[in-house]
T-cell receptor, first 108, second 115 residues
Framework: LAKTTQPISMDSYEGQEVNITCSHN???????ITWYQQFPSQGPRFIIQ???TKVTNEVASLFIPADRKSSTLSLPRVSLSDTAVYYC?????????FGAGTTVTVRA | DGGITQSPKYLFRKEGQNVTLSCEQN?????MYWYRQDPGQGLRLIYY???????QKGDIAEGYSVSREKKESFPLTVTSAQKNPTAFYLC??????????????FGPGTRLTVT
């Protein structure tokens, strides 16, 4: 049973905001929500992590509702270089479970 | 300049041969991991190690072996028993596991092709 469900792909244009929603209905109390970004033929890179409410850093924001059954990664003003696969993970320790992720394609 | 190195970037082997993939980190992390990625798929955990001289099987350990004799090194051997070894292999490290989720740092990967 998959821990998370996210769209397979999303298209956007340069300068737009991209929002990727991830469902995690069976999230446990101690689970954190983490997002990674992966470019082709490279290892994934940590983007952001949160437990509840909203977290923001220099590259993204993460919105988590009170029930924590879903989360939304927001990428403001995307550029062509943001074209990548984005993974949503929920985990409470050092073992991570990666699904197929969401392929985001940014067009000029 | 801290990070994780994997070598080589591309590796070609004949079927039936064992092959060892290198992974080194200078981040002083206790935990290290090996993942496999097939085209269009997410990452699957092969083995992980939380501390030197200790390691555990992940979700797809059959046909693979590892060792953790030094904190900074976690080599992966793909044996001839692995039925479909051709894949992209990623090594990662993180701070020790615990009650919270820790950020994993990934290497650049090794693409193994077995014919």
């Amino acid at each position: 049973l998959a821990k998370t469900t996210q769209p397979i792909s999303m298209d956007s244009y340069e300068g737009q905001e991209v929002n990727i929603t991830c469902s995690h209905n069976n999230i446990a109390t101690n689970d954190y929500i983490t997002w990674y970004q992966q470019f082709p033929s490279q290892g994934p890179r940590f983007i952001i992590q949160g437990y509840k409410t909203k977290v923001t850093n220099e590259v993204a924001s993460l919105f988590i509702p009170a029930d924590r059954k879903s989360s939304t990664l927001s990428l403001p003003r995307v550029s062509l270089s943001d074209t990548a696969v984005y993974y949503c993970l929920v985990d409470r320790d050092y073992k991570l479970s990666f699904g197929a992720g969401t392929t985001v394609t940014v067009r000029a | 300049d801290g990070g994780i190195t994997q070598s080589p970037k591309y590796l070609f082997r004949k079927e039936g041969q064992n092959v060892t993939l290198s992974c080194e980190q200078n981040l002083n992390h206790d935990a290290m991991y090996w993942y496999r990625q097939d085209p269009g798929q997410g990452l699957r955990l092969i083995y992980y190690s939380q501390i030197v001289n200790d390691f555990q099987k992940g979700d797809i350990a059959e046909g693979y072996s590892v060792s953790r004799e030094k904190k900074e090194s976690f080599p992966l051997t793909v044996t001839s028993a692995q039925k479909n070894p051709t894949a992209f292999y990623l090594c990662a490290s993180s701070e020790p596991g615990g009650g919270n989720s820790y950020e994993q740092y990934f290497g650049p990967g090794t693409r193994l092709t077995v014919t």
